[in-house]
């Protein structure tokens, strides 16, 4: 059994601490969180599992890692303090441990990743004799490991598209969908995810991922962006009103130049409500999926849609993320310590599982 800690107990921690004590080849050991107000609770409770499992949530970060787990699932978020989350994935690389992580997007096509980003990673390997490995749905296995495998279905592939259409009301992360992504906001708002460059900084990995895994030279990387107001005021269940006239959708993408063509492109369709921008895609059942669209012959389209956490889409999505993450931590323990991406860790059947539940 490999001793394995969950750091974070928030969308993604939740689902980690479920994943972790489902694998038959990890034991949970430690619980660790930042909130004063869940140190001591069990880790079955902060995961949704209505039952106990003897595990009794930290804060203390350093007596977690002296006790050398050989795992780390890091679910703390990295959006807003990338620094942090650095610091700590470093932390736990230096004690010995495997790390994954959905946290830092940069690292998510790691060869290409920032000297700044890179660097401290390779280091505590070196140190440490610990691993990485950053992935996640969208970007992760919705635009990296699954178009591929499609693209293999096709006789002639001319264009490779990932698409996430979402209904952002259920995305339970107000700071985010307000403020990161412009969500009722004045139309003359600019949200930090939408600013120039950065979707690119985000997807453009997972670009460049599969453009090496398909053989062939980027021309360049470019940016589409539209953004929609809201006809009508509308109330969400999680997080209230959003206002007439303020940004009601955001459809966007990130496309891969190849001969002076967009070839693989991802593409983002997100409404706070489904009567803004009806024109634009939508998802089967108007709530959210992943969709891989390989246009070619045959025009082969795969639709997922994934739900947890009582029918909730985005809690789905999050459970996949942290599916593919926990998934790898066997595979990268037997492997040698190092920094791996989606190309190098393969995406693996659920051994032991089938049918399976923990007592």
Known sequence: MIPTVVWGTGNVGRAAIRAVEAHPALTLTAVLVH?????????????????????????????????????VVYAASGDIRPDDALADIGRAIRAGAV?????????????????????PVLAAVAEGGGSLFVS?????????????????????????????????????????VRHLIG????????????????????????????????????????ETMDRRALDTAVTTRTMGEFAAGTQGAVRFEVQGIVGGEPRIVIEHITRIHASCAPDWPSPPDGVGAHRVVIEGRPRIEVTVEASDEGENRSAGGNATAVGRL??????????KPGLYDALDVPLRPAVGRLGRRPA
């Open 99 to 119: 790390v994954v992580t959905p946290s830092l997007y940069p690292l998510y096509d790691q060869r290409n990743a920032p000297p700044e980003l890179r660097d």
């Open 326 to 335: 926990v998934s790898a931590i066997d595979w990268l323990v037997d492997a």
């Open 183 to 222: 969500m009722g906001h004045p139309m003359d708002y600019q949200p930090l995810m939408l600013a120039e460059s950065v979707p690119t900084m985000v997807w453009g990995g997972q670009i460049r991922l599969m453009a090496r895994a398909l053989g062939v030279e980027l021309d360049e990387i470019r």
């Open 35 to 71: 909130d004063t107000a869940k140190v001591g609770r069990d880790a079955g409770e902060l995961g949704g599992l209505g039952r106990t499992l003897g595990v009794a949530a930290t804060d203390d970060i350093a007596a977690a890692l002296a006790a050398r787990p050989r795992a």
């Open 136 to 176: 996640g749905v969208d970007p992760g296995w919705g635009n990296d490991v699954l178009p591929l495998l499609v693209s293999g279905l096709g006789t002639e592939v001319d264009v490779i598209r990932c698409q996430e259409i979402f209904d952002y009301s259920t995305y339970e992360q107000e700071d985010s």
